[in-house]
T-cell receptor
Framework: AQSVTQLDSQVPVFEEAPVELRCNYSSSVSVYLFWYVQYPNQGLQLLLKYLSGSTLVKGINGFEAEFNKSQTSFHLRKPSVHISDTAEYFCAVSDRGYQKVTFGTGTKLQVIP | SQTIHQWPATLVQPVGSPLSLECTVEGTSNPNLYWYRQAAGRGLQLLFYSVGIGQISSEVPQNLSASRPQDRQFILSSKKLLLSDSGFYLC?????????????FGNGTRLTVT
């Protein structure tokens, strides 16, 4: 079985400040990792994904994430946030060989002007 | 290009009434299809997924059911809604046989059971 833990349910941050959204996962096999963003009353959009190779992955809107196998983490970062980044962010994991994707409980990022 | 359609966008139903939510995908064939429910503070809960016509896997036992009558159509149903069925329902797809492919989501259905 696989699981995802997003430790922070809400993260307030001032505009132009850096932000890190934390994600830890557990799985008995190798995994694929994803971050999605959800704007109010909309579906989810893919921000970035880790499949293999370089542990630092870059996504859309200036976000990046680093896969750390020893710490089973996949934290999302952005060096300078904008008001438009206010949204809910979900970390997700899928076991290689399965179709099922498991999501974390989400982190609401609130950018303060 | 591929698109996913989900309707209705919002729905208010009384307790005990039936439910039918529909999702269709265009521009691809043999997709994997998924139903998720999002409740406040609980993230996304996988309800059902399907890798082909008539093939449905249920993740959580409850009074909901799913069907896939056609390759690109996925329907979520209930015979009698409960108050606890309220939530935001999301349909998603990814290419069949490609389990490293991200999910593509519809815009969701906000269901309120009164």
């Amino acid at each position: 079985a696989q699981s995802v833990t997003q430790l922070d349910s809400q993260v307030p941050v001032f505009e132009e400040a850096p932000v890190e959204l934390r994600c830890n996962y557990s799985s008995s096999v190798s995994v694929y990792l994803f971050w999605y963003v959800q704007y109010p009353n909309q579906g989810l959009q893919l921000l970035l994904k880790y499949l293999s190779g370089s542990t630092l992955v870059k996504g859309i809107n200036g976000f990046e994430a680093e896969f750390n196998k020893s710490q089973t983490s996949f934290h999302l970062r952005k060096p300078s946030v904008h008001i438009s980044d206010t949204a809910e962010y979900f970390c997700a994991v899928s076991d290689r060989g399965y179709q099922k994707v498991t999501f974390g409980t989400g982190t609401k990022l609130q950018v303060i002007p | 290009s591929q698109t996913i359609h989900q309707w209705p966008a919002t729905l208010v139903q009384p307790v005990g009434s039936p439910l039918s939510l529909e999702c269709t995908v265009e521009g691809t064939s043999n997709p994997n299809l998924y139903w998720y429910r999002q409740a406040a503070g609980r993230g996304l809960q996988l309800l059902f997924y399907s890798v082909g016509i008539g093939q449905i896997s249920s993740e959580v036992p409850q009074n909901l059911s799913a069907s896939r009558p056609q390759d690109r159509q996925f329907i979520l149903s209930s015979k009698k809604l409960l108050l606890s069925d309220s939530g935001f329902y999301l349909c998603a797809w990814n290419p069949g046989g490609a389990n490293n492919s991200p999910l593509h989501f519809g815009n969701g259905t906000r269901l309120t059971v009164t």
